[in-house]
């Protein structure tokens, strides 16, 4: 008697997010701009572009019974929270939120990359930051809550796998295909050696090259 089994999905996981912010400074039109994105370290709560829709009723007397909406605007927020690293240390993708909290106009936007560590596919935009340092009891953690309001749409990150190069300066997130088709994705940035790794024999499996460490994702 033949059986058929289907596997259960796979859930993903909240820390495979990776965001990175830039400060706006009018140099970059557009997020695809940036020239160079900072991590944001320490998130231990956070929640992806939450996006609301806006419906106005547009039945009229030909529709009988049935009423009739149709979305007019969307926004977004992503919200977070963050432990704050201790006395005499900061975290420079944190300072960029807080620094765009105590501003105003130009002054409190950054822009927003969110990826996955393990494919580098997400998406991006601009947004108004929001960032509140919490209080508590003499015990607890210092943490901090950001809230990144959209401004515009939101847009696609990319993370298109190229060609694995030698002695490049490769990112968090960068991904690469080998000669042979596999890819990898970078787990930290660094340079890579002069001759191309040896990939993984199986998906998720890591090499070293040279300062990167990559892991097999395709």
């Known amino acids: 008697m033949s059986e058929t089994f289907e596997l259960p999905m796979t859930p993903g996981l909240v820390s495979d997010y990776l965001l990175e912010v830039a400060a706006f400074t ?31 009723d547009d039945s009229d007397i030909d ?46 936007m950054v822009w927003w990359k969110l990826t996955s560590k393990l ?10 930051s929001t960032f509140t340092e919490q209080g508590g009891a003499r015990t607890d953690l210092k943490l901090a809550e950001f809230t990144l309001t959209g401004r515009g749409a939101i847009v696609d990150a990319g993370g298109v796998a190229e060609d694995w190069v030698a ?5 968090l997130g960068d991904r690469v295909n080998l000669t042979d088709g596999e890819t990898l994705t970078a787990l ?9 790794p040896t990939a993984p024999t199986s998906v998720g499996e890591v090499v070293v090259d040279a300062d990167v460490a990559w892991k097999r994702t395709a």
């Open 119 to 128: 494919t580098g596919e997400g998406e991006m935009g601009l947004c108004d």
């Open 26 to 56: 009018g140099d970059a039109a557009t997020p695809s701009a940036v020239e160079s994105w900072t991590v944001v370290r320490g998130i231990q709560e956070i929640t992806p572009p939450a996006v609301e829709k806006n419906l106005e």
């Open 188 to 196: 930290n940035g660094g340079m890579s050696d002069a001759e191309e």
């Open 63 to 108: 529709s009988g019974a049935w009423g009739s909406q149709t979305g007019t605007g969307l926004e977004y927020t992503i919200e977070g929270t963050a432990k704050r690293p201790q006395a005499g240390s900061v975290d420079p993708g944190q300072e960029i939120l807080k620094d765009a909290g105590r501003g105003t106009g130009q002054a409190g």
């Open 167 to 171: 002695s490049t300066d490769y990112k």
